[in-house]
């Protein structure tokens, strides 16, 4: 009975093992949202990181949070640094890039829960006299990632915070 249970622990983390080594080195994660005003009146939204703390979902997971900013006070070499509970964890993002009223991209560098360095891209468009919104990340992926990504899917994961951030961006922006 033992060696049956021995066997089938050693054929299951086996499993998990070899799907890991399956998985891309990269990961990329992507929503998008449909928001009923121009894009010169979202821009400013997301190009002061001082008011991503009215739209974005992780300013919701702790509002007690620690947080600096520094450098720019917006666009090009604005930078926001964090710290706090379990579900934001520590880390910081830096503007790179900011071009008026189409795209910003993002520097994000988390030291807590585990340490990353990943490129997120919020791009905006006009659509049929709305703006499309489209909000990417892009990392490494090493293999202790991809052996967590057995249990925890990290689009399903990261995903449904853009999800939330989106849709109160979209409130904020179609109230003004």
Do not use: C
């Not at 702790?62 to 710290?83: C, I, L, T």
């Not at 899917?153 to 849709?167: H, N, Q, T, V």
């Amino acid at each position: 009975m033992l060696k049956n249970l021995f066997f089938t622990i050693v054929v299951f983390v086996a499993t998990i093992l070899i799907y890991a080594s399956t998985k891309p080195d990269t990961f990329h994660v992507e929503r998008s949202a449909t928001i009923q005003s121009p894009a010169e009146k979202i821009f400013p939204l997301l190009n002061d990181l001082r008011r991503w703390q009215k739209w974005s979902a992780w300013e919701k997971y702790d509002p007690n949070m620690k947080k600096v900013f520094s450098g720019a006070e917006q666009g090009k070499g604005a930078r926001y640094a964090w710290e706090g509970n379990n579900k934001v964890g520590i880390g910081s993002m830096e503007i790179i890039e900011s071009i008026p009223s189409e795209k910003i991209t993002i520097k994000l560098t988390f030291s807590k829960p585990f340490a990353a360095e990943n490129i997120a891209t919020l791009s905006l468009s006009n659509f049929k006299g709305d703006t499309q919104i489209i909000w990417s990340m892009d990392g490494d992926s090493p293999y202790i990632s991809k052996v967590f990504g057995f249990f925890l899917d990290m689009d399903d994961m990261i995903g449904k915070d853009f999800e939330r951030s989106l849709a109160s961006l979209k409130t904020i922006a179609e109230a003004k």
